[in-house]
Nanobody
Framework: QVQLVESGGGLVQAGGSLRLSCAAS????????MAWFRQAPGKEREFVAA????????YYADSVKGRFTISRDNAKNTVYLQMNSLNPEDAAVYYC??????????????????WGQGTQVTVSS
C-alpha cells in the first residue's frame, strides 16, 4: 500500500529555514500529484504547495510564494519542501499527501486519499 514518511520538522527562529522531506513508496507515482498541506491548532488544513510527478509543474499558496520551494527526486521517490524566511504564521503540522488529482482541485485536502503522519514546524519570534 501507499506509504508516505515525512521528516525534517523542528524548531527554528523567525527568518530561518527548514527543509521537509516526504518519502513515498507502495506504487509507481508517475500520474500522481504530491502536495504539502499544513494545519495549525484550531485551523483547517490548508494547501501549501504541490508538484506533479509527470512534469515540472509546481503550485503554491499565495502565502508561501517566493519563500517556499517544492522539489522532488524521482529516483528516491522523495519530495522536498524548502522553507525560507519562516515566520510564526508558518508554524503548523505539515503533511504530505499524494493522489491523482486535476489542477483545479489540487488545493483541496479532501481530494487526497494518502497522507503522511505529519511533522511539526515551530517558529519562534
Amino acid at each position: 500500500q501507499v506509504q508516505l514518511v515525512e521528516s525534517g520538522g523542528g524548531l527554528v527562529q523567525a527568518g530561518g529555514s527548514l527543509r521537509l522531506s516526504c518519502a513515498a513508496s507502495g506504487r509507481t507515482f508517475t500520474s500522481y500529484t504530491m502536495a504539502w498541506f499544513r494545519q495549525a491548532p484550531g485551523k483547517e488544513r490548508e494547501f501549501v504547495a504541490a508538484t506533479k510527478w509527470s512534469d515540472d509543474s509546481t503550485y503554491y499558496a499565495d502565502s508561501v510564494k517566493g519563500r517556499f520551494t517544492i522539489s522532488r527526486d524521482n529516483a528516491k521517490n522523495t519530495v522536498y519542501l524548502q522553507m525560507n524566511s519562516l515566520n510564526p504564521e508558518d508554524a503548523a503540522v505539515y503533511y504530505c499527501a499524494v493522489e491523482v488529482v486535476i489542477m483545479l482541485t489540487l488545493q483541496r485536502a479532501d481530494k487526497y486519499n494518502y497522507w503522511g503522519q505529519g511533522t511539526q514546524v515551530t517558529v519562534s519570534s
